[in-house]
């Protein structure tokens, strides 16, 4: 099974500052198509999890542009630009190139 | 708007069965794999299963190969998993959802106990 390693576990961040939010995969996330299936989810307290970015780096329809990924084959990256506070929540990485599919296992970003 | 409502969760005791089903609106149905996605209690998210967009394939996570079998109606547009033998291990908030494409439903809670 692909590993999905998230860092850090926990983040606290003022309102205004930026956030950084690794994940890293045990083998590469390109799949057959040459796409790369790695997704980055925001699960706000007492909520469904909601899909930000797919892709990579595909921002979801309603999604701000303070959000970005990056990253290729193993190794990426969420950033928010400018903290706000309807960003709290745990954040994580979702591989959907191989079966079984694998999640990270979360970044909690509060408020400092 | 994407809309995807589970249901048929509770409690359940060990071993016994229970069908989870959830009703899909406002996309196409017939054209999305789906997932069945579950998170236990204050832990993390874990895939359990995908069905393709025609329910020719399937695909489970090793620990309920066997136990649960996901399906789906497209003409009802409405996925279901059956979930048999249920262990407390399986205690969690099931979530159907589109994986690749987006969209989550609002999850449903099992919980096996005696």
């Known amino acids: 099974d692909v590993v999905m390693t998230q860092t850090p576990v926990s983040l606290s961040v003022a309102i205004g500052q930026p956030a950084s939010i690794s994940c890293k995969s045990s083998?590469?996330?390109?799949?057959?198509?040459?796409?790369?299936?790695l997704n980055w989810l925001l699960q706000r307290p007492g909520q469904s999890p909601k899909r930000l970015i797919y892709?990579?780096?595909k921002l979801d329809s309603g999604i701000p542009d303070r959000f970005s990924g990056s990253g290729s084959e193993t190794d990426f990256t969420l950033k928010i630009s400018r903290v706000e506070a309807d960003d709290l929540g745990v954040y994580y990485c979702l591989q959907g190139t191989h079966f079984p599919y694998t999640f990270g296992a979360g970044t909690k970003l509060e408020l400092k | 708007e994407v809309q995807l409502v589970e249901s048929g969760g509770g409690l359940v005791q060990p071993g016994r069965s229970m069908k989870l089903s959830c009703a899909a609106s406002g996309f196409t149905f017939n054209n999305y794999d789906m997932a069945w996605v579950c998170q236990a209690p204050k832990k993390g998210l874990e895939w359990v299963a995908t069905?393709?967009?025609?329910?020719?394939?399937?695909y489970y996570r090793d620990s309920v190969k066997g136990r649960f079998t996901i399906s789906r109606d497209n003409a009802k547009s409405t996925l279901y998993l059956q979930m048999d033998s249920l262990r407390s291990e399986d205690t969690a908030t099931y979530y159907c959802a589109r994986l690749r494409v987006g969209g989550w439903g609002q999850g449903v809670m099992v919980t096996v106990s005696s």
């Open positions: 069905i393709s967009y025609d329910g020719s394939s399937t």
């Open positions: 892709l990579v780096s």
């Open positions: 083998q590469s996330l390109v799949g057959t198509s040459g796409k790369t299936y």
